[in-house]
């Protein structure tokens, strides 16, 4: 062994069953895969192709972000670890003839950084390869692009921002400003969709009690007084919002600070809806969970933290850090199609031909699920990962 190959990590023992564990779970992978990948991989019949930067069309068969439905946990990407936990045993593994100085599984931002990290240390020759067992690479950082009318649109299909990006480690903010994200920019628009002079329409539909109009420039998760009293909402929905979004009144009053807290940390949010703002049962579906989270999932005390409507005159200081105070959500940084234009710019630094330079947003890169590459750094098909679904992202190997 040279000296070299002990920089990369060769040299650190591999317990037999960290060994046998991770050699059988990838071949249990591959032998899923083969059975879900085409099915994940179709798209609509009628999907317009989209010319990507190789001047190849790209149909949603071949390029994720175009496939429509839920694009989160998608068929193939969980059956391997359902099959394991149901008692579906290992199968046999099979040597694929590879060898690599880095395999890190997960392609989102933590795994396309460290593959990053470790291709800055170690140099261009370290073979490297990420694996992922969704069909896109960036994790919870996707995007979604439609064609209409010849344009191309692209949202976000997962996280949307930086969050308060200068509360981050001094290491983190250098990272991301080399990789070409320069989040100290000050817009008079943080966010693209303001800036393009989008503003949120509230729409109150006939199934669920409201009037059927659409009520421009309202945020139905921040209502004006004046929405509230003059739209068509069942009385009682109207007062009870009226009473979350703009009461004044302490809903835990006679009760000392501490009290307050250490009940908050012991009820749901919806408890304290219900049992405190005295919010009727079915006014409850008008208003929104925490964050992702449902009104049962989370205590009254994190959505206090997360600035969840109910709590204006509760009295108690807030932890510090949370996401959506006014501080944070002053310096939180939008990207165009969200966060997975940091994913992108990652995919870039490691595979240079995949996302030129030139074309900034509307990259696509070059078959990183359709075809083999002979460079040093190579996108790899989907479904020749051994993993659900298959989507090796980055193959690294001189």
């Known amino acids: 062994m040279e000296n070299s190959d002990k920089k990369l990590g060769m040299g650190v023992a591999i317990s037999r069953r960290d060994v046998i564990h991770g050699v059988t779970a990838t071949a249990l992978g591959a032998a899923l895969a083969r059975t879900h990948a085409a099915q994940a991989a179709k798209g609509p019949a009628d999907a317009p192709p989209l010319a990507n930067t190789a001047g190849q069309a790209a149909t949603a068969a071949t390029y994720p972000p175009l496939r429509e439905g839920m694009r989160g946990a998608h068929p193939g990407a969980f059956e391997a670890a359902h099959a394991r936990r149901d008692g579906a045993p290992y199968p046999a593994p099979r040597s694929t003839g590879e060898s690599y100085d880095l395999v890190v599984v997960g392609g989102g931002l933590s795994g396309l950084a460290a ?52 509360q981050w480690t001094e290491n983190t903010q250098n990272f991301v400003k080399s990789l070409g994200a320069d989040f100290t920019v000050k817009r008079k628009e943080s966010n693209p969709f303001a800036q393009m002079g989008m503003r949120p329409a509230t729409f109150l539909s006939h199934e669920s009690g409201g009037d059927g109009q659409l009520y ?52 749901t949010y919806k408890q304290y809806l219900l049992d405190y703002v005295k919010v009727a049962p079915e006014s409850l579906p008008w208003l929104p969970g925490v964050w992702c989270l449902s009104k049962t999932a989370c205590s009254a005390w994190f959505a206090y933290f997360r600035y969840a409507p109910g709590f204006a005159t509760l009295g108690v200081e807030r932890a510090p ?41 509307h990259w696509k890169p070059h078959g ?9 750094q190579r996108p790899r098909a989907s479904g020749s990962a051994a993993l659900p679904y298959g989507c090796s992202i980055l193959d690294q190997n001189p």
């Open 115 to 166: 593959a990053c990290f470790y291709r800055r240390r170690f140099g261009p020759n370290a073979r490297v390869l990420v694996l992922d067992n969704h069909d896109d690479f960036g994790g919870h950082a996707k995007r979604n692009e439609f064609v209409s009318d010849g344009r191309i649109l692209m949202t976000t299909g997962g996280s949307a921002y930086f969050v308060a990006p200068d």
């Open 216 to 267: 421009p420039h309202v945020r139905f998760t921040e209502p004006t007084l004046e929405f509230l009293k003059t739209a068509h909402l069942p009385p009682r929905v109207s007062q009870d919002l009226i009473a979350v979004y703009h009461g004044t009144a302490d809903y835990m009053h006679g009760m000392t600070k501490d009290q307050k807290i250490q009940r908050l940390q012991t009820i």
């Open 321 to 361: 850090y949370s996401p959506e105070s006014p501080q944070s959500a002053a310096a939180d940084f939008h990207l165009p199609a969200g966060n997975s234009d940091l994913a992108r710019l990652m995919v870039r630094e490691l595979v240079p031909q995949s996302l030129p330079q030139a074309h900034g947003n």
């Open 368 to 376: 990183c699920v359709t075809t083999h590459s002979t460079s040093p």
